[in-house]
């Protein structure tokens, strides 16, 4: 049976660029397309009805017409237009870098309803938690649980031994931890301390209520946004554009 | 389509390649271009070479507002009649002509060439957010007015900016965002409402 010409999906834009005179070409995150691109006509002029609606972190009903080649957007209506974080220089940012990660880690045309649902739960929690790095130190160690960079925190990825409580070290080339003697190696990593590994484990297994009720020292959490980052820019070989204004903004705020 | 170059003239090549290289100008269109001006009179095509010419020979960035300028100064700046208590802050060039056009606007402008936009890698210092900042200092200026455009990245080089300049002492307002003249309301967007009935005004 051929596929529907047009078709209705939910979606989350997450990338936009200019293709001639007044349109875009969308990328979005869907519940069962997974990530696809489109094209919106017309959306940068000022009479267009759909540019509200699909805005990059705007969660919209979509409707689309297949074509030769990319599909063209016919119609759209918001969900959720994510106001509170749009009104909020930091939270933009942020979810900014959140979308950049979807981007990057996804391929076109791959169902992940998994991903979908953490990255609207992960939108909607960004404009209501108070901890926001919190919160994206969550999606990012959950991200990677998803899409299977699991790092082995329990025993070290060389001798297998359980890790004592110890300084140990975290080695991003070889996805998880290396216990003192194995981190003497040489490969690249860097040192985690006991309370780092247990709020990292606590990340990767609890669930968001008990770890919201963590009272993190600033070092701590500079550790694991380090480390986390490293790990992160390992695997896609290349850096995170957006991280670079997060710093930024961290300076200048 | 694929122009067999040894079938056609060297010249006639060159120049469809150079026209084909202009945004929205495929192979057709410069084709179509070409063989026009083969046949045009030789004064008219001198007149657009020299255009073409002069347009980067003479212009070059106004040194103060970094709208494009024939000299030192753009035609604005040194304008004596306009009010030099307000920079009015746009994206591009062809911001400033779309608010010249309506001719409600009498100070000055601010020229940013882009918008901040993180997942693109453009940061603060690749467009022209120093020099604003470095403008408004031991200035008269009293008003600042954001029109950078009301997408998410214009949205966040207004509120960056925002945080910026008040420190300094100065009014800073940005342009309202609502309902599009002539559109009609059952299409408008949640934010574009949201922001219409917050900016809400008597009737005069």
């Known amino acids: 049976m051929s596929e529907p010409r047009d078709y209705k999906t939910e979606a989350i834009v997450i990338k936009k660029t200019r293709l001639g005179e007044a349109d875009r070409i969308l990328t979005l995150y869907t519940p069962h397309l997974g990530k696809i691109q489109a094209v919106a006509k017309g959306v940068r002029q000022p009479k267009s009805k759909m540019s509200g609606h699909l805005e990059l972190l705007t969660y919209s009903m979509v409707s689309l017409a297949r074509g030769k080649n990319l599909a063209t957007v016919t119609g759209s209506q918001t969900i959720n237009g994510f106001l509170g974080i749009k009104d909020d220089l930091e939270l933009t940012s942020y979810a900014l870098y959140i979308i950049e990660l979807v981007n990057q880690f996804t391929e076109d045309g791959i169902e992940d309803y998994p991903l979908f649902k953490m990255l609207v739960d992960v939108l909607e929690k960004l404009s209501t938690e108070k901890n926001r790095e919190l919160v994206l130190r969550y999606f990012e160690v959950q991200l990677l649980d998803n899409l299977g960079y699991r790092p082995q925190l329990k025993q070290c990825v060389s001798c297998r031994m359980r890790l004592k409580p110890l300084i140990n070290q975290f080695c991003p080339g070889a996805g998880g931890m290396l216990c003192p003697a194995c981190g003497k190696n040489g490969s690249f990593s860097y040192q985690l301390s006991v309370n780092g590994l247990k709020v990292f484990r606590l990340l990767q297994d609890g669930d968001y209520n008990t770890i919201s009720r963590l009272k993190m020292p600033k070092e701590l959490a500079m550790e694991l946004e380090r480390l986390i980052r490293a790990y992160i820019k390992y695997l896609l070989e290349k850096d995170i554009k957006s991280l670079a204004w997060l710093e930024t903004l961290k300076r200048c705020l | ?204």
């Open chain 2, 1 to 204: 389509m694929e122009v067999n170059p040894s079938n056609t003239t060297d010249s006639v090549n060159r120049l469809m390649q150079e026209f084909a290289k202009l945004p929205g100008i495929g192979p057709k269109s410069a084709q179509r271009l070409t063989y026009y001006l083969l046949r045009t009179q030789k004064e008219q095509v001198m007149a657009l070479a020299e255009a073409i010419m002069s347009l980067k020979n003479s212009t070059r960035l106004c040194s103060c507002c970094y709208n494009i300028a024939d000299s030192e100064l753009c035609p604005i700046c040194r304008n004596d009649k306009r009010d030099k208590t307000s920079i009015c802050v746009v994206e591009q060039p062809q911001d400033i002509l779309a608010l010249e056009h309506s001719g409600i606007y009498k100070g000055l402008y601010h020229v940013l060439h882009g918008a901040i936009s993180p997942t693109d890698g453009i940061g603060i210092n690749d467009i022209k957010i120093e020099e604003l900042i470095g403008r408004l200092k031991d200035s008269e200026i009293s008003e600042v007015i954001l029109a950078t455009n009301p997408t998410l990245e214009g949205e966040q080089t207004a509120m960056y900016l925002n945080k910026m300049i008040i420190p300094l002492g100065i009014r800073v307002t940005r342009l309202a965002r609502g309902l599009p003249f002539g559109t009609e309301l059952e299409y408008a967007d949640d934010i574009t409402l949201t922001r219409a009935l917050e900016g809400r005004q008597e009737l005069k």
